[in-house]
């Protein structure tokens, strides 16, 4: 399959390509240069720009979005909400009909969820509050959603937290909300673009994708019973007691 990452060389991005690079053929855009040599195909693509979105867009049989900004308000909202508007407007154009969209946790289950409830599902209202990452995420899901009520695409929206490097974790440094290994968030993209679309419950679906946590207050079963998804990297250190 041809697939075009956008914010390849993000926080995120280098992850996800070890994980697809095995099985398909990558097409890496970011604003930025890659921080390493690749054998993948490079652009320099602006997700704001719906120009530079298109022809990255061209000839791919789908798009992983991976790009964000979180600190500035207008380019956060170029980024996060303009840039899925982009990538949809892409779809439509050349056909594509797989998108993965990631985002934290919070474009769903802001601060009221996460203070004051548990057992919290991707399927739960949204309720993003007033944090701008969140919030401008949250209106990027939206343009998704309303997009695939028009048109044969299909959106799978990751929704991740804290992503951790089993080999420096520490005892007892906990994990609430959820947590997740840097493999096994890259293993959950490979799972998407081999998904049959037909599985999928609609054309748009929201997932938590996180380690099992003991506490349950946020619900991974989504992930697993659509995507497959099985956390294969130990996380339970974080939530053992320090070692007196």
Known sequence: MKVLILGANGYMGPHVVKALEPHHQLRLTDIKPLAAASRHEYMRVDA?????????????????????????????????????????????????????????????AGKTYETFDFG????CPPHPGTDLYGLTKSLGQEVCRIFTSKYDIYVQDLLFLLLRDVATLERGTDVTPFAISWTDCGEAFRLGLDLDLAKLPSRCEILFVFADMPHGRFLNDKAKRILG???????????????V
Not at 69 to 76: I, M, N, V
Not at 229 to 243: N, Q
């Open 48 to 108: 704001s720009s719906l120009e530079q979105v298109m022809s990255a867009a061209r000839g791919m049989d789908a798009i992983i979005n991976l790009s964000v900004l979180r600190g500035h308000r207008r380019l956060a909202f170029d980024v996060n909400t303009r840039g899925c508007y982009n990538v949809m407007l892409a779809a439509v154009q050349y056909g594509i009909r797989r998108v993965i969209n990631s985002g934290p946790h919070h474009t769903v």
């Open 120 to 123: 919290i599902s991707s399927d």
């Open 229 to 243: 998804f099985v956390p294969k990297d130990d996380l339970s250190i974080l939530w053992r007691k320090a070692e």
